[in-house]
């Protein structure tokens, strides 16, 4: 599997035929590649993940959806919100089940955050915010954290799902901090690769992933802190 990082929270992770965003915030992220285009990193997307509804990550997920057809995965809330902008094809769901995808499964985990869209002079509720767990078969689970603070229960993620590639708000502010990020992988879970996100993108959070390499100390081996446009194997 090859995972590519586009800036904040923006991922992509590719296998076989399968072609799947995460929190597509491109248009407008100070941190996307500027060698990049929309149309570049949407092209063969085949489905689309959002964690929770602000701005930053809902990004152009609508836009790349009406285009592309791909199916969007979110919470029930997001998902009508979305199909009340066109997008047809939706999967909605939330906390606590797991749906099969066709080429891989989903699960949607507790995050610590909020959830809203800003429009017409007032939020939009969009349901509660989500950690987003996928797994393919005969591959590595992936844990994209969504936004969230570090909360206990995490232990039990890790026991239902044993994921093995953690994908981790670091910036602090509006998520953990690089101490509290790396108390978080270390305490909790058994990552074999760690991809910080959520900073570098906007001056009132954390411009480098510095803190949080610190703080694991020992373990930082595990930690891949990529630039944006980069991507790994996974």
Known sequence: MKLTWYGHSAFKIEFDDTSILIDPFLTGNPSFPEQLSVDQVSD??????????????????????????????????????????????????????MVDAGPFKIALTKAEHSSSKQGDGEAV??????????????RKVIYHMGDTDIFSDMALINEIYRPKIGIVPVGDRFTMGGK?????????????????????????????????????????????????GANIEI
């Not at 058994?190 to 411009?207: A, K, L, Q, S």
């Not at 480098?208 to 891949?224: H, I, L, P, Q």
């Open 125 to 138: 509720y969009l349901g509660n915010p989500h950690g987003v767990i996928i797994e393919v078969p005969g």
């Open 180 to 228: 509290v990020a790396a108390m978080a992988c270390t305490r909790f879970f058994d990552f074999d690769t760690i991809v910080p996100c959520h900073y570098g993108t906007f001056p009132i959070i954390d411009e480098t992933a510095d803190a949080f390499v610190t703080a694991m100390g020992a373990e930082a081996s595990r930690v891949n802190a990529m630039r944006p």
């Open 44 to 97: 063969g997307v085949t489905h689309v993940v959002l964690t929770h509804g602000h701005d930053d990550h809902i990004g152009d997920a609508v836009e790349i959806l009406k285009k592309s057809g791909a199916q969007l995965t979110s919470n029930f809330e997001i998902c009508m919100w979305a199909n009340r902008q066109g997008v047809n094809n939706i999967s909605p769901m939330n906390t606590g089940g």
